[in-house]
């Protein structure tokens, strides 16, 4: 029998007691196909009056963790930058190797920290901090690694999947739909990082870096949440054959150049990722061989995510050696061409709050063909008493388009706003 | 610079292309992430009379190859069990990594082969045996580690299900279908390796030793193909709420034991795997960590497949200490106690032609009742001039339960017969 790895955890909240169970769970098999022991040693907590397991040593203080050298793996599931941050760079510098499921940490710092991983010679895995279980940065990384990707199109965040969900399905109002996901834990108290985009901003930023070598941080693209989206407007898009959904996107363009963003999107009924449902993640990646694949799964939860985790750690027992793989690791970024989200192109849902006037829709269709934007769509309600919804998908445009569009539309005598404008197809 | 990854190839076809074409393509991109060439050296072909790329040496003697000390890597995609078998055999004794896309020798000659793997100390990979160009050999070996696997259930061949989307979506006969496939090069003249189920076969046997650590050969459990399955049948299964898809299961039952089986299946039109089309394979998981999860890709060609075996290559190209990981040579496969085929249970699809008699209805009714086989759902449909089918999807029984069931059936004055019987469910 080789030598146990050993395993210092830095948090032990959910997650990290995810971890613990399944580690004690799957040891017969772990030890069966690893040919030695994964064994906890320690974990870092906030305090130390609480019920634990005896096998684990529970301390307050990290450097006891930290500067163990009897440790081989520190995990960090505390979540936030700092102090996480600090104690993985440090985990670094004292040779050990790190799995972190922090989507913030390895977002922002990304670099320095690859940098200082292949200058140590440990391996930062980071499987848990984009889609829950899915092993999507394996995949993009390694089974996929023939690939040229070209694009990678998915719905990285579980919380906003299944607000969607029920605001779809069972004709929720937005804040009911948050309220029963935070009934069921699927939402923080304050679910602002899901729901504002920013949690599927980090997570996109991170599949920027292992799917397109680029360096890139949530500043450098533009996105949106859920927070503005109105039931009406899934009820109309399933009119027109679509779903809406939270939707992360990097594309290459044919001239290399690189868009990124994550917005509400009206999907065709028809394609995959329409049909991820409730708290499930899914990424739709095209490759030069490959072509289109899919991957999908639980995107939230302790079970999941310990499940990305522990599975990192299993690579890294494999590797009876000690010597990092740096599959993970590109430090060499390359220089990135970023389309501006001005230039970006797509073709677009609005909807029109208008007077219910006779002359209305050929004005208002005067106004679009002035922007040289082309109606693919239309579809025109009663307002009562004396007002008409008038639902509209154009045909392709750029942002700059949209806006001017927009904006046009919107000082049109007769027209008391444009009240929803979102991008439809991937 | 590391010194290069030097591969030889045993086949220079349409898969040997492929993998040449995307190493060349990629060449640049390679070198960047690995820090090391990949250079192709050799190739075995059948004869030299072709035109070739000046690069690769072509031969026609396999120990040019085989005894070649500069060859890290052999890539055998013959196809076929001899001499297949035997080259790989001699790679690994003269401690070459092999790469392999051959199924029928990885599912028949796996023990042998790992067992000899690790004794020698180089490692196997065959991700492109099995569903194409999804890693699918890697995410459940690496991605999913940390799970025990309670289920695999898959669309596995190419063939079979771009021939099941044509019958289903426009309505083509069997015969017209497959002349289709043929004619986009998704068939082979002899279809009968894909129609027959035994590719589908072999592709699980493999998929039961990487989920299930259990060594299982074809012979071991029953398998059926899409050559009996008629038009009507789907279009019956399309009006009760099914697709009709050739579905290899593998399932780890409460008490441990495990069953295997390939079968034309009636799914849900919810089930994601009923939406899988054309020529594309996915595979649907369940995991006890990370619950239910699905992978979707192109299962046939020549590019997904050589996405999958430069995959292999890569993986290799980046372990420069050529320390196997062992990771995908389960050696000590478990006991298995597989599930007879009488004792397996599922729901059943049976279409039945029936005089048009008066008290019909009630007498076949009192045959199932007879039996202990409920009806959960039934159509009748007159067949004139005299006759009537009759479609019903029963409730659970065993294959022993629904056999008697099928005697009996048979057996009745006024039954002409049970002309279709198909799994439901998954």
């Given amino acids: 029998m080789k030598p146990p790895l050993t395993i210092g955890l830095l948090g032990l909240g959910n997650i990290g007691q995810g971890v613990k169970t399944l580690l004690d769970e799957n040891d017969a098999l772990l030890q069966r196909r690893l040919g030695r022991r994964i064994q906890l040693k320690?974990?870092?907590?906030?305090?130390?009056?609480?019920?634990?397991?005896?096998?684990?040593?529970?301390?307050?203080?990290?450097?006891?963790?930290?500067?163990?050298?009897?440790?081989?793996?520190?995990?960090?599931?505390?979540?936030?930058?700092?102090?996480?941050?600090?104690?993985?760079?440090?985990?670094?510098?004292?040779?050990?190797?790190?799995?972190t499921a922090n989507k913030e940490v390895i977002s922002k710092h990304k670099k320095a920290l690859f940098n200082l991983a292949i200058q140590h010679q440990v391996d930062v895995f980071y499987e848990a901090a984009v889609g829950g279980g899915i092993p999507l940065i394996r995949t993009l990384k390694i089974g996929l690694a023939a690939n040229r990707i070209e694009s990678v199109v998915g719905i990285l965040n579980g919380t906003t999947n299944y607000i969607l969900t029920k605001m779809t399905e069972e004709k929720m109002g937005y804040a009911d739909a948050v309220a029963q996901a935070q009934a069921l834990g699927f939402a923080e108290a304050d679910p602002s990082m899901d729901v504002s985009g920013l949690d599927t901003a980090y997570k996109l930023s991170i599949l920027a870096s292992v799917a397109f070598n680029a360096d890139v941080g949530v500043s450098d693209f533009s996105y949106q949440g859920i927070d503005q989206l109105e039931q009406v407007d899934i009820g109309y898009a399933?009119?027109?054959?679509?779903?809406?959904?939270?939707?992360?996107?990097?594309?290459?363009?044919?001239?290399?150049?690189?868009?990124?963003?994550?917005?509400?999107?009206?999907i065709a009924?028809?394609?995959?990722?329409?049909?991820?449902?409730?708290?499930?993640?899914?990424?739709?990646?095209?490759?030069?061989?490959?072509?289109?694949?899919?991957?999908?799964?639980?995107g939230a939860g302790s079970s999941p995510t310990a499940s990305a985790i522990v599975s990192d750690i299993i690579d890294i027992a494999f590797n009876t050696q000690r010597v990092p793989s740096a599959r993970n690791l590109?430090?060499?970024?390359?220089s990135v061409g970023l389309v501006p989200d001005a230039a970006k192109s797509s073709q677009w849902y609005m909807r029109l709050v208008v007077d219910d006037a006779a002359g209305m829709l050929a004005h208002i269709g005067g106004v679009f063909?002035?922007?040289?934007?082309?109606?693919?769509?239309?579809?025109?309600?009663?307002?009562?008493?004396?007002?008409a919804e008038l639902v509209v998908v154009t045909h392709e445009a750029t942002v700059a388009q949209r806006d001017q569009l927009h904006r046009a539309l919107a000082s049109q005598s007769g027209v008391t706003g444009v009240v929803a404008c979102w991008a439809v197809g991937i």
Same sequence: chains 1, 2.
């Fill in 42 to 99: 320690s974990a870092l907590v906030r305090s130390l009056d609480r019920e634990v397991a005896s096998t684990v040593r529970l301390t307050t203080n990290p450097q006891d963790i930290l500067n163990d050298p009897e440790i081989d793996v520190v995990v960090e599931v505390m979540g936030g930058e700092e102090p996480a941050r600090a104690y993985i760079t440090q985990a670094i510098q004292q040779g050990k190797f790190v799995v």
């Fill in 330 to 334: 590109d430090n060499g970024f390359g």
């Fill in 369 to 387: 063909d002035a922007h040289q934007v082309s109606i693919a769509q239309l579809i025109q309600k009663e307002k009562p008493p004396h007002q």
């Fill in 269 to 298: 009924t028809t394609h995959p990722l329409a049909s991820v449902r409730n708290e499930y993640n899914a990424i739709y990646v095209v490759g030069n061989a490959v072509g289109e694949s899919m991957l999908m799964g639980r």
């Fill in 238 to 266: 399933h009119e027109l054959g679509y779903a809406i959904k939270l939707v992360a996107t990097g594309r290459r363009l044919a001239d290399d150049r690189l868009v990124f963003g994550v917005s509400p999107t009206l």
